[in-house]
């Protein structure tokens, strides 16, 4: 079946301009997490949705991070005002709840200028 | 969560057996360690997972010493296409649900 699809796959924007990514999740996949990824690092933890729980947002870095989950299916997640630091590759996973293993999109790249 | 710690970098032949140890000397009792392979360009992808002793599926192995406090990931006969980053993980997936923290992990370079 498809897999985790995400959009756009890159996306340039001026400092200050908000931007929106999506990603849709594997059908039937409860489970729907956020990372980012800068050049050279490891994943860094954002936000995750389980069902029609409140999302834990513990990694969000800051208040001009915000995510939804519209249905318990696709999700958005919106940066206002982005600054360079932004820039890194937004990666979406989702996974059955229960299951240990995450299935990842293929990212969107963020360039800030 | 456990603090983990593998090589940064490691390289091989194609045909060759490649082991990546990882170690996490705080690893708790309702942890399990999880590899990930990540492409350049791609989200990772899940390998294999353990608690302890030895797993083994279509693609690697994992050994688990009794002590817990390190996992070794076994490639047998690598291939280019095994070039990636392979990331060790430790955590509590008991509950269904478990943020993952990456490392840097290892950036295994394999060569004709």
């Known amino acids: 079946g498809a897999g985790v699809s995400q959009s756009p796959s890159n996306k340039v924007t001026e400092k200050g301009k908000d931007v929106e990514l999506r990603c849709d999740p594997i059908?039937?996949?409860?489970?729907l997490y956020w990372y980012r990824q800068s050049l050279g690092q490891g994943l860094e933890f954002l936000i995750y949705?389980?069902?029609?729980?409140?999302?834990?947002k513990s990694g969000l870095p800051s208040d001009r991070f915000s995510a939804e989950r519209t249905g318990g299916s696709v999700s958005t997640l919106t940066i206002q005002r982005t600054q360079q630091e932004d820039s890194a590759v937004y990666l979406c996973a989702s996974s059955l709840v229960g299951d240990n293993e995450q299935f990842f999109g293929p990212g969107t790249r963020l360039t800030v200028l | 969560l456990a603090k983990t710690t593998q090589p940064i970098s490691m390289d091989s032949y194609e045909g060759q057996e490649v082991n990546i140890t990882c170690s996490h000397n705080?690893?708790?009792?309702?942890?399990?360690i999880t590899w990930y392979q990540q492409f350049p360009s791609q989200g990772p992808r899940f390998i294999i997972q353990?608690?302890?002793t030895k797993v083994t599926n279509e693609v690697a192995s994992l050994f688990i010493p009794a002590d817990r406090k390190s996992s070794t990931l076994s490639l047998p006969r690598v291939s280019l296409s095994d070039t990636a980053v392979y990331y060790c993980?430790?955590?509590?997936?008991?509950?269904?649900?478990?943020?993952?923290?990456f490392g840097t992990g290892t950036r295994l370079l394999v060569s004709p």
């Open positions: 059908s039937g996949h409860t489970a």
């Open positions: 993980l430790v955590g509590d997936w008991s509950t269904g649900f478990q943020k993952l923290v």
């Open positions: 949705f389980q069902g029609n729980s409140a999302p834990d």
């Open positions: 705080n690893i708790a009792t309702n942890d399990y």
């Open positions: 353990g608690y302890k």
